[in-house]
């Protein structure tokens, strides 16, 4: 990223009004002059310090091989996979019933069994099926001396997946155990735990998991695990913004082991990492990194914006960069995620900035149209909150030491790179 100031203030809202009155295009007048998105400014450019928090990108993760071998339910774009992976585990098997998810996967992990389209049916309600895939193909015994991990689709227990909805619309409502799709997945996840017995098994899923029914099916679920020989930890709900991810996001989060031992969640971590710590770093030839060519009406309406505000025709917040980002979301399977604006650049994340956010290395690659690339993106677990549970289990429940990251992530310097921001 440039950080140069090509064109001043001045001169942008003249370019901008130019195009807006004679209807032009505006990527194509910023190109005339030597020009792109990045060159635009804020008409508010103050620089903020940032607070001097720890931020870890698994990209600076020497990973060593623990031998532990781990299976993915529900696996998504891969955010478990990636954190287990990172700290060791041996990710035998993702199972997944989206083949836009299922590319991703196989594009990252192409040695890696995953059950899923075009290959395998990766509907987990089909029980026997998938359990007899993963018999054949991994020679899988009972009980399995791994980790599952997994978190049942979230929408129908989700309070964002609602917000494009009216609050006194039919449709503003989360149906919870009882959608027709999602619904009973948690009791479908349950059964492969309970059938092929994993020393650890980790559930995950947005905050609204936990009161949905006012807890009755969460605590149905709890009991039906203790009945079958697993203690396991009073259910959590996080903000992962305390564990070091630059993003606020809450979520649901429920451990179970075959042993006596209560799981301890990893410790929680002030100040919070801000937003723009994730930013930072070059992106320039990174994958995912297209950024979106906004017309001259939505950048005018975006220039004015200030820190945390926002924008409410395109139902957009411009970032604060001295603090966690808002969370980021998925959207549906029928339509992308909804991205925000960059701190300093007036115009929407690209998905590798967001994915940034979400803590995903820079070597993972998104496949699929962009608009399917934000929502893999937003649905998944922060791989680098999965990376902190998965050295938790290796080292309370498999006895295995810490693994350190390999280097000290080495904090830019704000004056430097920011000052042409003002």
Known sequence: MNFLEKISATE??????????????????LRKRGLNFDDLRYQSNVVLPLPKAKFHPLDEVERTANGIPS???????????????????????????????????????PKKLVVGPPNFNGDVREKELIAKVLRDKLSLETPFEGVFHGGPPCQPFSVASNQRFSKNGENFKRVGFGHQEYGNLLFDYLWFIQEFRPKVFILENVAGFMDMDKGAQVQRAIKSLIDNGYSVTQPQVFDLADFGIPQHRNRFVMVGSRTDHIFCFPQKSKPHVPCMEALLRDMEGLSNHETREHKAESILRYRELEFGKRDKLGRVDRLNPAKPSKTVIAGGLKG??????????????SVRECARLQTFPDWYVFTGAIARQFTQVGNAVPPLFAYQMAIEIQQQFFGLKYPLLSRQHQRFSIPTLFEQFA
């Not at 992308?336 to 994340?349: A, E, N």
């Open 12 to 29: 942008q809202t003249q370019l901008l009004k130019k195009c807006l009155v004679e209807g032009l295009d505006l990527a194509a007048e």
């Open 336 to 349: 992308g995620g909804r991205s925000h604006l960059h701190p300093y650049i007036p115009r929407t994340l």
């Open 71 to 109: 299976i993915s339910f529900f696996a998504g774009a891969g955010g478990f996979d990636i954190g287990f992976h990172c700290a060791g585990y041996d990710n035998l098997a993702s199972v997944e019933i989206n083949q836009i998810f299922c590319d991703t996967l196989r594009y990252n992990f």
